[in-house]
C-alpha cells in the first residue's frame, strides 16, 4: 500500500468501491488552489491496484500543471476505473462512477479519457452534475463533433508543433518537414491531418491497421513499423499514444530534432527529458502542448466566448516558446522549466487564498521570509 509519505503532494486520494456493479476506481486531486479539479476519468485494465494509483497520482499532477500553464483557475484531478472498457463497462458501473463523484460534493469534475467516451459522460450526466465535455461549441478554430476535446487537443498540438519549428529551424512553414507520428486515435488521426495540410510528410503507425490504412489513403501518410516511428530520421518525433514514448531505450534511438506530440506523460522518467536536453533534441513538454482539450472544456463549461477559447489554445505556442527561450537561457531542460513556472503559478494562487489574518500573523513575523512574496 501507498503510504501518505509517497504521496506528499497529494490534497485527497479516494478508493471507491461499489459491490453492486463491480466498479473499483480511484480518483485523485493533486491541488485545488487554482480551483476546483478537472480531469478525464480513464478506464484501463490495470495489472495490479497499484498500477492503477500510480497512473492516478501521475495524471492528476499532470493535469494541476496542464491548468496552470494554460491560464486556467482549474486545479489537478484524474479518476481511474479499474477493468476492461471493452468487457466490464455497463450502465450500472457508470452509474456508481457518477454517485462516487457527487460524494466529492464538485471538487472533481469530470470527462472522457482513454477507455471512455462522450456518451459514457452522457451516461453519467444523468446521476450528477460534475461531468464535462459532452456539449458542442460553436465557431471554434477545429472542427466540433460531440463535445470530444480530441479536435482542441489536435489544434493545440498543431500551434505546439509550429513554435517548436519557429525555434529549432527558425520557420514558421512546416512545408516539407518530415514527422513520424506514432498512435492515430482521436488526437493522432487529427494531428496527422493537420500536418498534412500543411504541407509535411507523414510517417505513421498505429497498431490497428484500419488506422494506419486511413491515414495512408485519406492524408498521403507513408505507413511504418512500430520501430521505425520510433528510429526513422526525421525533423519530428510526434507522440499520440499511450504514456513513456520516450524511455531509456527510445531516447537513445530518435533521431530527430524536435519531440512533440499529444500523449501524456511522454518521458518515462525526468532522466529522459534530460537525456533529451543533452541531445540537442527540442521537447515540447506534453503538458503544455496537449492543454487545447482542457482549455475547450474547462473555459466551455463557464460559457467563456469562442474567441476566448480559440487565442488560449493558440496560445499555447507562446507558452511554449517563453519555455523555450528560458531553457535556453538557463541551460536547464524544456520539462524543468514548464515544471518550475507550473509550480510558481500554483504557488501564487495557493498564497492569495491564505485567510487575511493568517497573513498578518506571519508578516509580523521578520523571519517568515514567504509572506513578503504574499
Ligand atoms: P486514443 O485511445 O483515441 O488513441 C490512442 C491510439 O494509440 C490508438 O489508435 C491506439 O491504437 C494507438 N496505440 C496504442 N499503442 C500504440 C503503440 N505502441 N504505438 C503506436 N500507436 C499505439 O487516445 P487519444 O484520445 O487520441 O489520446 C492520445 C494521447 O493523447 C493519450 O496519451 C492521451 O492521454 C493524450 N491526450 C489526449 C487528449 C484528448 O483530448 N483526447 C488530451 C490530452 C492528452
Known sequence: MYTSQETPEHEQVHFFHDRKSGLRAIIALHDTALGDAMGGCRMWPYTSFDDALKDALRLSKGMSYKCALAGLDIGGGKSVIIGDPMKDKTPELLKAMAESINQLGGRYVAAEDSGTSVAD?????????????????????????????????????????????????????????????????????????????????????????????????????????????????????????????????????????????????????????????????????????????????????KGESSDAVNSRVVGISSTLLEIFVRSDADAIPTFEVAELMAQEVIERARNKSIEPRAVAARVTNPQDKTALAL
Open 121 to 301: 459522460m452522457k451516461a453519467m450526466q444523468e446521476y450528477s452534475d460534475h461531468i464535462v465535455g459532452t456539449t458542442v461549441q460553436e465557431n471554434r478554430l477545429w472542427e466540433q463533433n460531440d463535445g470530444d476535446p480530441s479536435p482542441a487537443t489536435a489544434y493545440g498540438v498543431l500551434m505546439g508543433i509550429q513554435a517548436s519549428v519557429m525555434h529549432k529551424f527558425g520557420k514558421e512553414s512546416l512545408e516539407g518537414l518530415n514527422v513520424n507520428i506514432q498512435g492515430l486515435g482521436h488526437v493522432g488521426f487529427r494531428v496527422a491531418k493537420h500536418l498534412a495540410e500543411a504541407g509535411a510528410n507523414i510517417y505513421v503507425y498505429d497498431p490497428v491497421p484500419e488506422r494506419q490504412a486511413r491515414a495512408v489513403k485519406e492524408l498521403g501518410a507513408v505507413a511504418v513499423s512500430a520501430s521505425d516511428v520510433v528510429t526513422k530520421p526525421a525533423d519530428i518525433f510526434c507522440p499520440c499514444a499511450m504514456g513513456a514514448a520516450v524511455n531509456s531505450t527510445t531516447c537513445e534511438q530518435l533521431d530527430v530534432a524536435i519531440v512533440a506530440g499529444a500523449a501524456n506523460n511522454q518521458l518515462a522518467t525526468s532522466e529522459e527529458g534530460r537525456r533529451l536536453f543533452e541531445r540537442g533534441i527540442l521537447y515540447a513538454p506534453d503538458f503544455v502542448i496537449n492543454a487545447g482539450g482542457i482549455i475547450e472544456v474547462g473555459m466551455g463549461r
